[in-house]
Structures are given as structure tokens and as C-alpha cells.
């Protein structure tokens, strides 16, 4: 066995255990649920932002009556 196949299989044993410790910290759907939370939250967002400049701008219809 030369040294080149000793280094490609140790590679390789390496990229097993780290696949295995990640497989172990992060749940198989933390990447979905994460994007959905953050597209939920930009939703709310934009309708709060939206609700306040509408609330803002009926404060200033009724402040010129």
C-alpha cells in the first residue's frame, strides 16, 4: 500500500466522522425550519411596517379634520 492510498483513505475516514458529528449536532430538518422561521418573521415585518405607515397616515388624515 503506498503512501498516496494511506493519505485518500485517511481523507476519507476523516470526512465519515465529520459527517457523523454534524448529522449529531444539527437535526435533519434545522435548515427548513430555520428558512421558514426567517420568512415567517420578513412576513411579519413587512406587515408591520406596512400597518404603521397606514395607521400613520390615517393619524394625519383625522389631525387635518
Same mark, same amino acid.
Given at each position: 500500500?503506498?503512501?498516496?492510498?494511506?493519505?485518500?483513505?485517511? *481523507? *476519507?475516514?476523516?470526512?465519515?466522522?465529520? *459527517?457523523? *458529528?454534524?448529522?449529531?449536532?444539527?437535526?435533519?430538518?434545522?435548515?427548513?425550519?430555520?428558512?421558514?422561521?426567517?420568512?415567517?418573521?420578513?412576513?411579519?415585518?413587512?406587515?408591520?411596517?406596512?400597518?404603521?405607515?397606514?395607521?400613520?397616515?390615517?393619524?394625519?388624515?383625522?389631525?387635518?379634520?
Amino acid at each position: 500500500v503506498s503512501q498516496k492510498d494511506k493519505t485518500v483513505d485517511l *481523507q *476519507q475516514e476523516v470526512e465519515k466522522m465529520l *459527517q457523523e *458529528q454534524l448529522k449529531g449536532m444539527l437535526p435533519a430538518d434545522f435548515l427548513p425550519k430555520i428558512l421558514n422561521l426567517m420568512a415567517w418573521s420578513i412576513g411579519a415585518g413587512v406587515l408591520i411596517f406596512g400597518g404603521s405607515h397606514i395607521s400613520g397616515i390615517g393619524i394625519k388624515l383625522l389631525a387635518k379634520n
